[in-house]
C-alpha cells in the first residue's frame, strides 16, 4: 500500500513537472513516505531525518517532507524530534501534496496536513477526513511497469487491539468498480501484464450499487476480459472474508492467480481472542482447508505475531503446531512491538521479555523454512511460467555470455524463481524448468529460449541495460 502511494505521488508531482534525481543532495525536495506498522520501521526514518539535519542546515531551501502513516500517528511530534522537517502529510491528505510544496516553497512552513482522528468520531466524519489517494494513472507522462498495483480499497474496519492502521488509514472505503476496470484498463493499454489489486482486507471488497452489491469475486470476473493483462493477483486478505465465492472464483478465472496471503497471526485461541482477530484458529483450519480442497495448485502465506502480550509457551506451542499443519508457503514473522494508540499497548502488559520473543522468532522461522523447502523440492523436475522481473539482486554475469545474468521472476503461485538469461527477457514470460531450490527461490534454466521482445513503453525498455527499473 505504501509503496502505491509513493508511485501516485511521484506521478503527481512528476505529471506538474518535477524531476527524480538520484540522490537527496541533488534534491530540491525531499519526501519519505513512510510506514507505523512497527517500530523499527519508524526508527529507520527518524534516523534517515537526523542525517539531513546538516543537509538542511547548509540548504535552506530544500524542502524536507514526511507522508504516509507515521505522518498521521505521529503529526507534530515529527517537527519537535526533527525541528527541519517542512511538511507532513497523512494518507488522507495526500491528494493535496502540490499545493502544500507550493506553500512550502512560498516561506509558509512548515505545514501538517493530517486527518482529524478521534476514538468517538462518527464513521461519516471520518470518511470525510480520510479521502481516498487514487489520482487517475497517465500513461503518457509515466509509464506503468508491466507488474502495477491497483488500489480497490483503503482503510479497515477491524479493531485489531496491537494494529495502527485503522486509525491512520481511516475506516474502509472501496472504489467503484467502473473506476477501477478503468485504471486496470489503462495499465493494459500501456503495457502493464500484471495488476495486484490491493486493500488491507482486500477480500471484504464490496460495492453497493442500485440494488448490486459488486463484491472481490465479481470485480475479478469483471476483469478477466480486459486484453493485455496476463495475470491478476490480490492482497491481503483476512480469514472471516474467504467465501466459497472468492475461491471458485480464483478457481475458474485463468487470470487469476492461486495465490493467497491470508495472515492468521497465531495459532492460539487466546491470543487471537486478545488480539480481537474476530476468529479461532479452528476456523482458520477449516479455512484453509476449503481453499485447498477448492484451488488445491494454491500457495498460502501468512503472517504472525511472535511475544504479544500474555502469550505462554503452550500458546507458542499451539502456533507452532498450526505452522506444521498448515505447509504455508512461507511465512512473514514478527516480534510483537507495542503501537501507542492502540487498544493492546492502552489495555495490556506488553509482558513477553525481548529474548524470549526473539527465541520464539527464530524457532518458528526455522521450522517454516524446512516446510518451504519441502514444499519448493516438489517442484524439482517441473516445468513453470515465470514472468521475467529482471537481474536476481546478486546480478551475477554468467562466466559463458556477458549478456547472461541471474535473472528473477515469479510463478502464478507466487514463487521466486532464479535462472540465467538475457536481462533483455524483462518483461517477459518464460518456462524454467526447476533444478534445484531453496527455502525461499526456485532454480532453474530456460526450457526454450523464448523470442526477444524487450518490455517497453513510450519508448522506454525494461530490459535496456542504461536504464534503472
Ligand atoms: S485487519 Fe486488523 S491487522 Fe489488518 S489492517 Fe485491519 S486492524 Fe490492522
Redesign the pocket.
Known sequence: MNELDSQLAAELLQQLGYEMVPSARKADVILFNTCSVRQHAEDKIYSALGRLKHLKQYHPQKIIGVLGCMAQKDGQEIFRRAPHVDLVVGPGRLRYLPELLERVAAGNGPLLAVSPWSESAERSSLLVAFEPFDPPRRPQSVPPPFQSYVRIMSG?????T?????RV?GPEQCRPPEEILQEVRRLADAGCLEVTLLG??VNSYQYRSGGQTVRLADLLAMLQPIEGIRRIRFV?N?PRHMTDQLLQAVRDLSKVCPYFHV?V?SGADAILRRMQ?GYTPAYYREMLARIRQTVPEAAVTSDFIVGFCGETEEDFEQTVRLVEEARFKNAYIFKYSPRPGTKAAQAYPDDVPDAVKRRRNNELLQIQNRISLEENQKFIGRRVEVLVEGPSKTGRKSPESQSTLQLTGRTPCDRIVVFPGDRRLTGQFCWVRITGVTPTTLLGLLEEQPQIVPYSCKGISYGDSTLQV
Do not use: S
Not at 479497515?156 to 485489531?160: E, F, G
Open positions: 479497515c474496519n477491524k479493531a485489531c496491537y494494529c495502527v492502521v485503522p488509514r488491507q482486507t491481503t483476512h495472515p497471526q482477530r
